[in-house]
């Protein structure tokens, strides 16, 4: 039980270190343009943020896989097949990006067309494909419940977000990149956080 209640915290202190990543590779890089660049330029290798910035979200990455992991074998078979189901996808993709983003930062800032870089993007495209897969699955699983019909309606809340994200990524300038990014990747980010309070509550009360 405690093991559980542990694990189950874990997201949740995952997403307060991916804040801290942002917050000080913003503070370590100098003349960072929150509103045009990518997140991923704070942990680029080139990046003077680099250093600080890839310990915490190191950290996220690590207690993201073993949360992801958990809350797979904890709701293995217990709610509905498709939440389980929703849980395997959302754990393959913590581990894409956990270990994707790990071995194959940007080269620099931006874009420089490097194996390295396309090998990011590779990550980043299957990282979008496997949590829209997971959020959509969880969003069906929840709502087909009677006690978590919330979770659904957060879960819509998170797909309907990551929609608008990817829109504007392809609407607005490139000067402001940074602004959609932010709306596709915190979404992710915060529903993580989301999921693993529910957790906690649920082993608490079962």
């Not at 709610?79 to 080269?107: D, E, R």
């Not at 067309?113 to 069906?140: C, E, R």
Request: aromatic share 18%; proline share 2%.
């Amino acid at each position: 039980m405690y093991v559980k209640k542990a694990v189950s915290l874990f997201g949740a202190i995952g997403t307060i270190f991916y804040f801290i990543h942002v917050i000080l590779g913003r503070i370590f890089y100098d003349g960072y343009n929150p509103l045009a660049q990518a997140i991923s330029d704070l942990t680029a290798a080139d990046s003077p943020s680099k250093n600080i910035a890839s310990v915490f979200s190191f950290l996220y990455g690590i207690l993201t896989v073993i949360f992801s992991t958990g809350f797979f074998i904890c709701f293995k078979g217990t709610i509905n097949k498709i939440v389980t189901a929703g849980a395997f996808f959302f754990c393959v993709m913590t581990l894409i990006s956990f270990f994707g983003y790990t071995f194959f930062p940007l080269s620099e800032a931006g874009y420089a067309g490097t194996f390295q870089d396309k090998m990011h993007i590779a990550v980043t495209t299957a990282v979008v494909v496997f949590t829209i897969l997971s959020i959509i699955l969880y969003s069906i699983g929840f709502f087909k419940t009677s006690e978590y019909k919330y979770m659904g309606i957060i879960s819509i809340c998170t797909f309907g977000l990551l929609i608008i994200g990817v829109m504007l990524i392809n609407i607005l300038p490139k000067e402001y990149f940074g602004i959609a990014e932010r709306i596709n990747v915190y979404s992710i980010i915060i529903y993580t956080g989301i999921l693993s309070l529910w957790m906690y509550r649920y082993i608490k009360h079962n």
